[in-house]
């Protein structure tokens, strides 16, 4: 195992201590913000899977997101909670039925044409839920009241609640995290490696292509659905904005940010993108100019991304002492 590796594994008990005690010291505006950071990682990763690890650049992504977050609202109550264990099972199998109808058939192109297939796709959808009272149009809709999770006259759980909800996300995060390691590390994770480096030997060599993609696509259109419930259930409303090309920009940025083929560095990118999109929003509306300049500098300085940097850094401090030696 490398060691880069290695120093990466040991660094993720202290991250996961620094996010457990953070409620503790943080105020309410910052655990929103770390909770917001939290749900957008599992959205990159889920992404990260199709573009870092199989090769499939999609422009969509954002459509299984929202879709699973419209689910949220549609399977609740209007004026009562709704079941913890029927709302996030249904928002999950959502993403991962649309990606399931979606990759039926952007699966069958290659490079750009996948590309601009799958943005096709998600604008048919966004448009869906905009133009019809299906979602409540371009206003969106609300939910009213957040999951719970109950037995009997006692709640267990209460998403209302924001250190409820902050620790909900902290767990499914790293359930997320977990199951993409060993999903990566599994056969099917293998073959995606594979079709990522040469998907014509893959072909000859007889393995399912198809098949293999197909299941990798609804696997991160699942994940996504993930976050698309905590993202409902974190503000409260969903609107069509979250099924637009934007979005699909915005993660896609994400990962490119923190560097493709590494979940930590989705986790960096998705930290970088919305700290970065704070500041910048408070200093001027043009953030997205701002945003811009910052992303290309790191594409042309870091391609590996920013989870690259401590390897650059090492490199030159390394090389300059050779060369003073």
């Known amino acids: 195992m490398p060691l880069a590796r290695k120093k990466t594994r040991n660094y993720l008990p202290l991250v996961l201590l620094m996010l457990a005690l953070f409620p503790i010291f943080g105020s309410s505006y910052y655990n929103e913000l770390i909770g917001k950071i939290m749900i957008m990682t599992i959205f990159a990763m889920s992404l990260d899977l199709l573009v870092g690890f199989t090769g499939l650049v999609s422009f969509g992504h954002a459509a299984f997101f929202g879709v699973a977050a419209y689910s949220v609202v549609l399977l609740s109550p209007k004026y009562d909670p709704g079941n913890l264990l029927l709302v996030l099972p249904g928002a999950v199998f959502t993403g991962a039925a649309v990606a399931f109808v979606v990759g039926l058939f952007v699966l069958r192109t290659k490079g750009i044409y996948f590309i601009m297939v799958t943005l096709a796709f998600a604008q048919m959808i966004y448009f869906v839920f905009h133009d019809t009272p299906l979602g409540g149009g371009s206003d969106g809709a609300f939910l009213n009241v957040k999951p719970e999770l109950r037995i009997g006259e006692k709640v267990l759980l209460d998403l209302n609640e924001p250190m409820q909800f902050y620790y909900v996300v902290l767990v499914l995060l790293v359930v997320a995290y977990v199951f993409l390691r060993v999903l990566l590390r599994s056969p099917l994770g293998h073959a995606l490696a594979g079709i990522r480096s040469n998907e014509h030997r893959m072909l000859s060599l007889g393995f399912p292509v198809f ?7 609804v696997t991160a259109g699942g994940i ?3 976050a698309g419930f905590l993202s409902a259930c974190q503000y409260g409303f969903v609107t069509p904005e979250i099924l637009s090309w ?4 915005n993660v896609l940025l994400m990962v490119i940010l923190g560097g493709m ?6 986790a960096i ?3 970088a993108f919305v700290v970065l999109q704070e500041v910048f929003s408070a200093l001027t509306k043009h953030w997205q100019l701002l945003m811009g300049v910052v992303i290309v500098t790191v594409v042309m300085v870091l391609p ?3 989870s690259s940097l401590p390897a650059r850094l090492k490199g030159l401090l390394i090389g300059g002492g050779n060369r003073n030696g």
């Open 246 to 249: 934007h979005q699909s920009g």
């Open 269 to 271: 990118g998705a930290f």
């Open 304 to 306: 590996g991304g920013l």
């Open 261 to 266: 083929g590494t979940l930590n560095g989705a």
């Open 224 to 226: 996504a659905g993930l």
């Open 211 to 217: 098949l293999y993609k197909l299941a990798g696509f």
